[in-house]
């Protein structure tokens, strides 16, 4: 103990409410006091207009909880100290203004800081206001925060003012270590931008300096320059907006696979349960996967302002660690065969932000079908002059697509250009979601030295899991998510899109009758693999449990519980997160058995309607007829069990209904519509 202390605690310990047990650690560590620092420019309410006389942020450190400051500006404005030297900050404490006509409210969300630099530009929150404060005393708070600050502040919430009547630091000089605090136990992601500008936009020309900070839920801190823009489409115009990070050099965030540059924090803004992605991700994982992308809740504080719990994203795109493709050097373009390339693109309904045409990397298929190439970039390919590669993978896009929408299977040997498997689990993760969305974006590759385009990775599921109050009624009444229509495929009658992406789909599903026994027979398997209702509720009560005190302070900073945003179904609307949670569980339990015994009705796996694997006869439709291939002996009977042919395989006209198929004593079901 200095002189300093024993001064400042004979100066302080009459105006504390009462001392506690707790106060035992608080005598090592003292009221600190310091040079007062903050906005200065505040509001005189008497005279209604700002001032630099009447409640300044001096008042914030006079230890009378009747005066206090307000700030002209009603948000991003701060009171703090400078101590002079670092301090490591044990307590904090605040008082709100005594304002019985707005309520002790203003207070929450009201953030506690620590920095080094004057300007707070390395600030790293050390406590959140979680709950509105009593009048007339000072409320306190531990803080287990082990660095040490020359500089702590008080930043007040959105929209208020500041209007604090007291604030306080605990604490005892010192540099400490490198040990932080997160807000609420899950990982806290920190983002101070130059100047305290916040990006308007998703361009490069939006972008902003900053210093990002990933505090891990054990407390250690990962702290990297880079720039922070917008992201999304959507999603970007609601107030709580999802943001794209960008490190100056690659970093690994808390336990992410990828080490890279570009993050993304998803806002999950429409989705009141904060979790659908990371549900259907688990969900993904039941199955057979290309890559599924990391995800992790953590909360977002950008530049002394809580902005509520997000999703900390990988970038969509190929890297190690991400899409498991072959990455050429831009240099090495040139000189590398198109073929020799691999593929990443986008099926993307909103390429070019309605105008898909209007962007380079975007074309249009054939049947009108938007596409955006992610790998090899545009960009680099017109900055290495090698436009070869993208007109090579736009034919092979065209010949594949050509292959699915003729008709005519098999002739066109379509399962030569399109990877089956990949394809049935895209379909089958829209389908157990109900995700209107699935086929708005959907992702394809395509590997060197490989003919076939692969579907995958699945992303976006806000509107999942009964979202969307365009197609809530009709999920459990129609089949098939997809033969809902609009907007269940990329066709939502904006004139640039069409119903192409959901005829893909059909052809897929209805030319070929072995599809939808093998995405019965994916079904099953992934139930055995834990596909289980038990199982999601098991995930998503583990995820609701970590999330609690996050998702409390979320919908503190976005007051829309209970109102409907985004495509919300007027139905679903509840006061709780609890509840909304109990519904997501609900929609899952329903929704699988709702696929099983509904969706999946008539589609035998084995038995006398067997499934036709790969490995056996196939049984394929085409115009009027069926088409079997890979058996001798071939019956065919409609369904009163009359002989309609008898013979070799090959191509059988029957006209449309629906046929019994045996095909060297195996039995198959066709229908030829
Ligand atoms: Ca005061």
Redesign the pocket.
Known sequence: MNLKFLLTFALTAGSLSALTAADAFAQESAKLTGTVIGTERSFDYDAGQASYDVNTRA???????????ASDERSHTWVGLDLGTPHIITRVGW?PRNDNNVGSGRVVLGLFEGANEADFSDATPIYIVKEGAEYGVVSHADVSCGKGFRYVRYAGPSDVRCN???VEFYGYEGAGEEKYATLTGLPTVVINTENGEEPQGKEKADEKKSTIKIISAEGELLSAPGTLRLRGNASMQFDKKPYRIKFDKKQRPLDAPAKAKKWTLINNYGDKTLIRNLVAWEICRKFPQIWTPYGRLVDVVVNGEYKGTYQLCDQVEVKEGRMPLNEIEPEDFAATDAADFDYFMEIDGYAGNGDPWAVPENWESGYRVPVTLKYPDPDDLKEMNCPAPYEYIKSAYQQMENAVMAGGFPDNNYEEVLDRESWLVHFLIGEITANPDMYWSTYMSKKAGDSKFYTGPEWDFDLGFGNDYRTYSRIFSSRWTYLMGTPAGANDGNGWNNPAIHNFARRILTNDSRNLPKAKKLFLDAIDNGLTANALDEFIDNLAAEIAVSQDLNFKRWKILDQGVHMNPGETIRGSYAEYIAQLKEFIRHRLSYIDTTSFAGVETDGIEGVATDSEAAVLTFDGGIEVRGATQVSVYNLQGMSIYNGAAGRIATGRGIFIVKADGRSYKALVD
């Not at 008042?59 to 400051?69: E, H, I, K, P, Y």
């Open positions: 008042n914030a450190f006079d230890g009378d909880v009747n005066t206090f400051f008082s604090i009547a007291e």
